[in-house]
């Protein structure tokens, strides 16, 4: 395994990851229009996490500063950038009250995310900006998949005893199976945190192995509950294991936690992509998710993953941000940019 990531806490300057003109003269995975070759996953590398002694907090909160404060968006360029943290998004509703008629809503907000007047603001009317994604609990899947039909528009289920995982696996797997079974394109799982405190690496990486295994061809995010695994070095581990295991994304937490995604932990993870990838050849997916609702911090998000892994991590095949509420800011945002004028939330319902 590369020393990348035992030097993940490393100042700034890291490097890109390989171009994608390199990959392919080096005969590596590459992306292409049929997407992401995808991560088959490899042995658990136990002796390299036992090497990971620590990770260098101040270090990444350093690069962020750097990152956030030297922003690489001019102010006549976001409105473009919005519109693609749209096409990166998770349109994600996970709350206690969810409701058929409420997914029916969202999914109805997916396929014309933007008034008609920004819209026609914009000068994008032919053009298609919709969310990656529409992200529920597992049983408005079917819901969800009839109201997306024919528009392109995946369906994320979140399926493992969410948002604490702390259900029999046997229990868990079924509900992967079956959010499968009724359509979802995506599996969003949680790990459940006691494996990470206790050090259960081998039994997380065969949990994540039989989550993959039935997801089948769905794709299978890992979300790491991040705000709960204590330390960076946990985060950081937990990352390599779940990308070991197969997963498709790693993703910072479920949104319930009482610390969710932050840059400074989503730069570890995507230290650990870059490792992994150094490795293996492999281009792991990223979301960060929980709490990001406003268009600046997304904007905060982009930069880190074009600086940080490069171009390929712009797309939705490589990133996606989980949010319930930033589509609002990002209306109202446009708004602003096209009148010079905010308008409340409420113009901008979500659902
Ligand atoms: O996975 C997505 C999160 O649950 C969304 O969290 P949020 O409601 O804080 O945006």
């Known amino acids: 395994m590369s020393s990348t990531i035992r030097e993940a806490g490393a100042g700034a300057g890291a490097s890109k990851v390989m171009s994608l003109q390199a990959r392919a003269a080096a005969n590596m995975p590459v992306p292409s229009e049929h997407g992401i070759a995808r991560n088959p996953g490899m042995k658990l590398d136990l002796g390299f996490l036992e090497s990971v002694r620590s990770v260098n907090r101040s270090a990444l909160e350093r690069r962020v500063a750097t990152l956030t404060k030297r922003r690489s968006i001019k102010a006549d ?75 392109g528009i995946h369906v994320a289920a979140v399926s493992t005893a969410f948002p604490h995982g702390l259900a029999p696996l046997s229990t868990r797997l079924q509900e992967i199976e079956a959010s499968v079974r009724d359509g979802a394109d995506e599996i969003d799982v949680v790990i459940p945190r006691g494996l990470v405190y206790g050090a259960k690496w081998r039994e997380l990486f065969n949990e994540i192995v039989a989550m993959r295994a039935a997801c089948g061809e769905a794709h299978l995010k890992v979300i790491l509950g991040t705000g709960d695994l204590a330390t960076l070095r946990n985060v950081m581990l937990a990352s390599m294991v779940a990308m070991m295991a197969g997963a498709d994304f790693i993703k910072t937490s479920t949104g319930k936690e009482s610390v969710n995604a932050t840059l400074p932990v989503g730069l570890a993870m995507v230290r650990a992509i870059r490792a992994y990838f150094e490795e293996t050849g492999y281009l792991i997916g990223f979301k960060p998710a929980g709490g990001i609702s406003t268009a600046k911090v997304s904007l905060d998000w982009l ?44 113009r901008h319902a979500m659902a």
């Not at 990166?88 to 409701?99: E, K, W």
């Not at 920004?118 to 597992?138: F, K, N, S, W």
């Not at 390929?312 to 010079?340: K, M, N, V």
């Open 303 to 346: 930069v880190l993953m074009k600086e940080e892994l490069g171009r390929p991590w712009l797309e939705p095949d490589l990133f996606r941000f989980g949010a319930s509420s930033l589509l609002t800011d990002i209306e109202r945002q446009l708004e602003h940019h096209l009148t010079g004028h905010y308008s409340a939330n409420h």
């Open 77 to 151: 360029n976001q409105a473009a950038w919005l519109l693609r943290v749209i096409a990166c998004m998770d349109l994600t509703t996970l709350n206690s009250n969810d409701t058929d008629e409420r997914v029916r809503r969202l999914c109805a907000k997916a396929v014309n995310p933007l008034r008609r007047d920004i819209v026609d603001g914009l000068g994008i009317a032919g053009e298609t900006i919709r969310p990656a994604a529409v992200c529920v609990y597992h049983p408005f899947v079917a819901t969800a998949v009839d109201a997306l039909r024919g528009t």
